[in-house]
Nanobody, 115 residues
Framework: QVQLVESGGGLVQPGGSLRLSCVAS????????MRWYRRAPGKERELVSF????????AYADSVKGRFTISRDNVKSTVYLQMNSLKPEDTAVYYCNGGPSYVYWGQGTQVTVSS
């Protein structure tokens, strides 16, 4: 059974940091690129970041570039999203996504940036 389980979300003040994790199971994690998406209230889903199979290639949305860092541990089948200098506009549900043709999705973790 394939699972992507996100964790690490929560409430943080502007300027703070959070580290999201997504643990994969049920498929060969190391063979696939992984992505983080987010959906803010009233907005469309946004691709936040991508990482290739060996972490040799990463990409970021302009809105998070320089503040967020994606990484992965293929031994632990886990992808991370380190989020620094958080802003209220980063408030959203964050989802990890991957597998063949990016078919698998996690259930999401809520990130709220507010004072």
């Amino acid at each position: 059974q394939v699972q992507l389980v996100e964790s690490g979300g929560g409430l943080v003040q502007p300027g703070g940091s959070l580290r999201l994790s997504c643990v994969a199971s049920g498929f060969t994690f190391s063979r696939y690129g992984m992505r983080w998406y987010r959906r803010a209230p009233g907005k469309e889903r946004e691709l936040v970041s991508f990482i290739s199979t060996s972490a040799g290639s990463t990409a970021y949305a302009d809105s998070v570039k320089g503040r967020f860092t994606i990484s992965r541990d293929n031994v632990k089948s886990t992808v991370y999203l380190q989020m620094n200098s958080l802003k209220p506009e980063d408030t959203a549900v964050y989802y990890c996504n991957g597998g063949p043709s990016y078919v698998y999705w996690g259930q999401g973790t809520q990130v709220t940036v507010s004072s």
